[in-house]
């Protein structure tokens, strides 16, 4: 009780935290750095996490992740994205038991705990369909995730590569965005996120994309 008053002493604790637990604290006391307190406390509240839960989300660093732009952003209260809590690297759960996979069997470790995945994304994603069907020209493409964000309400469209970001994949996403837009996307809807999920990411290539909707997130497998 004595650290609970020293750590919130001087804060303006947000009402969020009232509805915690005790043995919610207990997960969140240990932690010192107030921001990433209040984080855990927002998402607990969000995401109705349980003690367990939350301690597993403690675990996986998830706080640590996130864009030092989205950190600020929360302490600053400004208003988030859909990009914003994507996190970097997302972890994925390999059965395999070898770093050297396929996009193949990358997929498949997505999918078989497509939850799990979904979190590692943020809040409000939902999955649509792997190896989504279109056609451009005479020609058939697939996208490897088609996913939607019900809170920003936005198409998602993930790509999977176990190579290092390269210039050629900003297109294939792009043009596949596009097609989402021109073809599903509705009025009311905000437009088509992508998202390539690599090997390792590529900086340089990074800040030459002109679209703002794309993000580059590496890939660590646990």
Known sequence: MKQFYLTFKNEKVSPLATQLTWSHFCELLPLKDIDKINYYIRICEEQNLSKRML???????EYERLD??????????EKTKVQDFIK????????????????KMLQNLIL??????????GNGFCFIDNEFTIRIGNRYNYI????????????????????????????QIET????????IKTDHEIPTVGIIICKKNNKFIMEYVSNKNIFGREYELT
């Open 55 to 61: 301690r597993e989300r403690i675990k996986n660093n």
């Open 68 to 77: 030092d732009k989205t950190k600020l952003k929360l302490i600053n209260k």
């Open 88 to 103: 970097n690297p997302i972890f994925i759960k390999n059965k395999y038991n070898k770093e050297d996979i396929s996009e």
């Open 112 to 121: 078989e705990d497509i939850p799990s995945f979904l979190k590692e994304l």
């Open 144 to 171: 490897d995730l088609l996913l939607y964000n019900i809170i920003f309400k936005c198409y998602v469209v993930v790509e999977l590569k176990t190579t290092e970001l390269k210039k050629e994949y900003i297109g």
């Open 176 to 183: 596949y965005m596009n097609y989402v837009d021109k073809n």
